[in-house]
């Protein structure tokens, strides 16, 4: 093996090691990270089986064809994040507005009028 | 005409961020009308709250700013819950007239509509205080609506409307930003409320100017719609 064959190997290792340890998904989820890290093993080991698969696609090179493949994943993943950054402010916006409203009617008094988030960090 | 509603009953929701120094002469002829008033504060970091202090509004407050659509269903949440019949959206910067508050209330009163939006574009005395280039965008913006929602209004984002209960609990506003404006459109058409518009005065003052949206922001909102209709 090539230094860095060896030096990708680890990486991936250890990115899959803190997927597992730190995030916890679906099962849907899991299985993608497993094919993910499994794909990159193979690849990294027979780096020519890149530009087979790429021949296949009527790419010239293999590196082009990973390079495609990245630019759509990164295109989903944008997309995957917007949703989740949308939804997380629909939340946000549910309790400032649920604060809001109860302290104006004097249901409760969460905080003190006049203070922010922002002045309180 | 029928009866004019309880003053009391018809709510006029004024979101308000960085508002302070005009925020006071803009009320005054609210209260003075009889209606009551919600400012829903959008965590403004002006000196807002203390120009409000002592005066006879519900002051709604947001802990962290939300944005303009937010503010406006914050109020109209709080609107309901304290027993609103009507409900009035109103710009905090003083471009609208309390004078054209009975006339929007009008076609709800009457049983005719379900939500009134006010227009710069029917009536042409009004349409002369609209700066040229800001109505070509506005003309721009009736037919991006009309294409969006099927509704066609003479007016696109004209901040003063006026509900019914009915159709204040119905709509529920969930773009924080300014495309509430096409927003309530949709939901119009969904919820297959009746409408109508009617001639609303309009007054570009300096300090309005300033505050108002600039003409580039007309992209962001077209952006903030189509995005949205692609991802929910």
């Known amino acids: ?70 630019i759509s994943g990164l295109a989903f993943l944008c997309v995957v994040l917007y949703t989740k950054i949308r939804k997380l402010e629909e939340t946000q916006t549910i309790i400032v507005r649920e604060i809001a409203i109860r302290e104006a009617s004097g249901i409760s008094r969460i905080e003190d009028r006049g203070s922010r988030i922002e002045d309180r960090r | 005409m029928s009866q004019a509603p309880d003053r009391k009953k018809v709510f006029v929701i004024i979101p308000a961020y960085n508002e302070g120094q005009v925020i006071r002469g803009v009320l005054a002829p609210l209260i003075e009308s009889g209606y009551s008033v919600v400012v829903v504060d959008d965590a403004s970091a002006d000196d807002s709250q203390t120009a409000l202090a002592g005066l006879p509004v519900h002051c709604v407050r947001h802990a962290i700013n939300l944005g303009q659509g937010a503010a406006l269903q914050t109020g109209m949440s709080f609107a309901i819950q304290q027993g609103a019949q009507y409900i009035i959206h109103f710009d905090a910067d003083g471009q609208h007239h309390p004078e054209d508050v009975p006339a929007l209330l009008e076609p709800l009163v009457n049983g005719e509509a379900d939500i009134v939006f006010g227009s710069r574009f029917i009536r042409p005395e009004d349409e002369k205080f609209v700066p040229g280039i800001k109505r070509l965008a506005l003309r721009a913006g009736v037919r991006i609506n009309w294409m969006m929602t099927g509704i066609k209004l003479t007016d696109a984002h004209n901040g003063f409307r006026a509900l019914n209960r009915q159709a204040a609990s119905r709509i529920y506003l969930r773009e924080n930003g300014y495309a509430h404006a096409s927003e309530i459109l949709a939901q119009v058409r969904r919820f297959k409320l009746r409408y109508a518009e009617r001639p609303t005065r309009i007054e570009y003052t300096e300090y309005s100017k300033s505050k108002g949206q600039s003409l580039w922001n007309a992209f962001n909102i077209l952006f903030d719609v189509l995005i949205r209709r692609l991802i929910r």
């Open chain 1, 1 to 70: 093996m090539n230094l860095i064959q060896i030096t990708l190997v680890l990486t991936s290792a250890v990115i899959v090691v803190l997927y597992f340890a730190r995030m916890r998904s679906q099962l849907l989820d899991r299985a993608v990270g497993v094919t993910l890290f499994i794909t990159s093993l193979v690849t990294i080991i027979r780096p020519g089986l890149t530009t087979t698969i790429a021949h296949y696609f009527g790419v010239g090179r293999g590196s082009d064809l990973i390079f495609y493949l990245m």
